[in-house]
């Protein structure tokens, strides 16, 4: 069973459209993430949600926004897409706010071009 | 400035054999720090999670150290497998004391070829 997805896996798409990045996790755990890997494999945190709660919010555009309807999901929308918003995306979760572990989902490599 | 720092970038190594890889870290207030396997393509899965007060951690042939005086962490590979071509990423957690949280500082992470 998979314990952290993200959909889709692959996202190409025009520079100036909106697009959305599932996450789902089935691991019961309260917290959540939103990580950007850039093109030098440098994972960066965007932002993180805590029982649907926002606890981390990184210097990110505001063209990012996520979206918590429930525990189990973090969904990422971004709107008006930028060349620069190319790069792997990655969901991750952890029980509790110091957690002891993140479990990460396998990525959403978004292209735009 | 919270930075985490690893060495070398990549190295190739024959199987069989072992590596040492390294991490320094400036992260504060330290929580704890956690070395991650990549495979290509894939998420990071973590191998090891060490505290303040843990000096070493195994896993299987992974074996990672801490010395929290001087803010550094390596990361032992025994007897490598083919299956161990991978990239490790250091990881070192500080607690945001505000958000009552956690903050993770990824290093930009050591690829490892492991060539028969």
């Known amino acids: 069973d998979t314990a952290v997805s993200q959909t889709p896996k692959y996202l190409v798409t025009q520079m100036g459209n909106d697009k959305s990045i599932k996450c789902e996790q089935n691991?019961?755990?309260?917290?959540m993430y939103w990580y950007k890997q850039d093109s030098k494999k440098f994972l960066k945190i965007m932002f993180s949600?805590?029982?649907?709660?926002?606890?981390i919010n990184e210097t990110v555009p505001n063209r990012f926004s996520p979206k918590s309807p429930d525990k189990a999901h973090l969904n990422l929308h971004i709107n008006s897409l930028e060349l620069g918003d190319s790069a792997v995306y990655f969901c991750a979760s952890s029980q509790g706010r110091i957690t002891t572990e993140a479990f990460f989902g396998q990525g959403t490599r978004l292209t735009v071009v | 400035k919270n930075q985490v720092e690893q060495s070398p970038q990549s190295l190739i190594i024959l199987e069989g054999k072992n590596c040492t890889l390294q991490?320094?870290?400036?992260?504060?207030?330290?929580?704890?720090l956690r070395w991650y396997k990549q495979d290509t393509g894939r998420g990071p899965v973590s191998l090891t999670i060490?505290?303040?007060?843990?000096n070493t951690k195994s896993n299987g042939r992974y074996t990672a150290t801490l010395d929290a005086d001087t803010k550094q962490s390596s990361l032992h590979i025994t007897a490598s497998q083919l299956s161990d071509s991978a990239s490790y990423i250091c990881?070192?957690?500080?607690?945001?004391?505000?958000?009552?949280?956690?903050?993770?500082?990824f290093g930009g992470g050591t690829r490892v070829l492991v060539k028969p």
């Open positions: 060490m505290t303040f007060s843990e």
């Open positions: 990881v070192v957690s500080a607690v945001v004391i505000k958000a009552a949280g956690n903050k993770l500082t």
């Open positions: 991490c320094n870290y400036t992260v504060s207030p330290f929580s704890n």
């Open positions: 691991l019961g755990h309260d917290t």
């Open positions: 949600y805590n029982n649907k709660e926002l606890i």
